[in-house]
């Protein structure tokens, strides 16, 4: 599973051949696609599936959004911060590593705004009240 996810996040914006190594090595892209994916899809599910009216608009949802999208970078982090440890505890020696770990966290927090909005998608096919929110509806 690993390699999967290592093809998703080794793009040319988010390689760097010390760091990339380091994450695929222990493992560490399947974690951080794990803190992309989890947030948003507990958050749309509850808010399409146990908010009722009046907590119902497009605002709640949009804060919903809002919350995954900060969950993922706070988790994101932590799963850099401890799989980098090395590097981020010497920043004279790996001067990038700010960058990188900013960088993959704004991936990260993108592919959660685009995971979360396949997930309002699919949920909003279900039978329920708040099934017109963020489009259309009262």
Known sequence: MNDLFA???ETDLTFNQTYSMELFNNGAYMSAFLSMLLPAFVIMA???????YPFCKW???????????????VLT????????AVFVLAPNDYPDINSFITT???FNVVL?????FIWTLVF???PRPNRNVPWGGK
């Open 124 to 126: 909003k096919q279900a």
């Open 46 to 52: 509850i808010f399409y599936f146990l908010i009722k």
């Open 112 to 116: 959660a705004f685009v995971t979360g």
């Open 7 to 9: 093809s998703l996040y």
């Open 59 to 73: 605002y709640h949802w949009f804060l919903g959004i809002c919350t995954a999208i900060i969950i993922t970078g």
């Open 77 to 84: 982090y932590n799963v850099l911060a401890e799989t980098l």
């Open 104 to 106: 993959f966290i704004v």
